[in-house]
């Protein structure tokens, strides 16, 4: 299983992932700017991923919302529409020990 955060999708593991076609387990987005999610399209095109998770206040409404007046980039739109994709609840993910 591979626990990963946006953050941690760099370099070797992102190519790693992106190589072969990866599975992730559960991808968690705590910021919503598009540098933080430029990587985003990539991976949601080339890796199955399981289960989303995300401040629960935060919908795909909101998000349009803030983003209106300067848009958004691939990665925000990209996750725009996975927030409406993954509706259900986030996987029950073991993260080794820290709780959420």
Same mark, same amino acid.
């Given at each position: 299983m ?5 953050h941690q999708?760099?370099?070797d593991?992102l190519?790693?992932l ?5 599975e ?5 987005i ?5 540098d933080h999610?430029s990587?985003? /399209?990539?991976l949601?095109?080339?890796c199955?991923i399981?289960s989303l998770?995300k401040?629960?206040y935060?919908?795909? *409404? @909101? ?9 958004m980039? /691939?990665?925000?739109?990209?996750l ?13 993910? *073991? @993260? ?5």
């Amino acid at each position: 299983m591979i626990v990963v955060t946006i953050h941690q999708l760099v370099g070797d593991l992102l190519g790693g992932l992106l190589s072969r076609g990866g599975e992730l387990t559960n991808l968690t987005i705590s910021n919503f700017d598009e540098d933080h999610v430029s990587d985003l /399209p990539d991976l949601y095109n080339n890796c199955h991923i399981k289960s989303l998770s995300k401040n629960w206040y935060v919908d795909s *409404d @909101w998000i349009r919302r803030e983003k209106a007046q300067n848009g958004m980039g /691939p990665g925000i739109s990209t996750l725009v529409n996975m927030i409406d994709y993954y509706t259900g609840p986030s996987l029950n993910t *073991d @993260w080794g020990g820290f709780n959420c």
